[in-house]
């Protein structure tokens, strides 16, 4: 069973002329399973990575009851990765898409909480809110005319059914401070995040992104994904 893993990530191409160019072009990352202990960090890390993810911008308590419920389900397993003992990333890989769709759902924010996000985040809460009306008018339009493009969505939607029901592996979050990204950390993390897939006896993974987050779909192909289908959302896949 894979508890960590650790890995160097430099540049080959550029030559190090002393020890001190070695150790700076060099990126010493440690993998290992989250634990309890690092909910705190989690909470404060997926505020500032997910900051168009309404979800995360609530209060900090509220943020860490949803890390006890990602760390406490069977579900998924959520990882971290440090560089010099720090926490400079995480990803979870879900397991079982159907209850983690479920557990990552909660908690519901309450009235304090969606107030407290109009506070902090007051135009990306009337983004998602006027896109959740959004879609509610279309839902009601498809159903009085059909198009084509209602189609391939539902067949996208059969298609994420099928996989439900077989249980298929998924990249969920991943996540890098600032700080840290464009290094190749992302990367190093989705290759993992494979590698635990197939010591869990899978042989394929999924992966489903926005198409307006051109950085999460360079990153997934480069993971050596492909695109199967998809308008809005794209679901990649990856025989293992």
Known sequence: ???????NIGSKNKPCRNKQQIDE????????????????ELAVMSRSCYS?????????FHN?????????TECCEVWVCSSHGQIIGYFTLILDRQQYDEVDGKPHPGLLVRLYMLGVSPKLFVTIALRKLKRRIHRSLRQLFRSSSDDDKMAGSETLKRLEDRQVPWVGYVAVTPAMQGKGVATEM?????????????????????RKNIGACGLI????????????????????
């Open 1 to 7: 069973m894979v508890k960590s893993q650790c890995f």
């Open 25 to 40: 072009g060099r990126l010493h990352l440690s993998m290992r399973r989250a634990e309890r202990r690092d909910i705190d």
């Open 52 to 60: 168009y993810l309404l979800r995360w911008q609530g209060p900090l």
């Open 64 to 72: 860490i009851k949803r890390w006890r419920l990602l760390l406490d």
């Open 190 to 210: 989705v290759k993992l995040c494979a590698q635990r897939a197939v010591e869990l006896g899978h042989k394929e993974i999924w992966a489903n992104v926005e």
């Open 221 to 240: 192909r480069k993971a050596g994904f492909v695109v199967t289908e998809g308008i809005n959302h794209l679901m990649f896949a990856k025989q293992l």
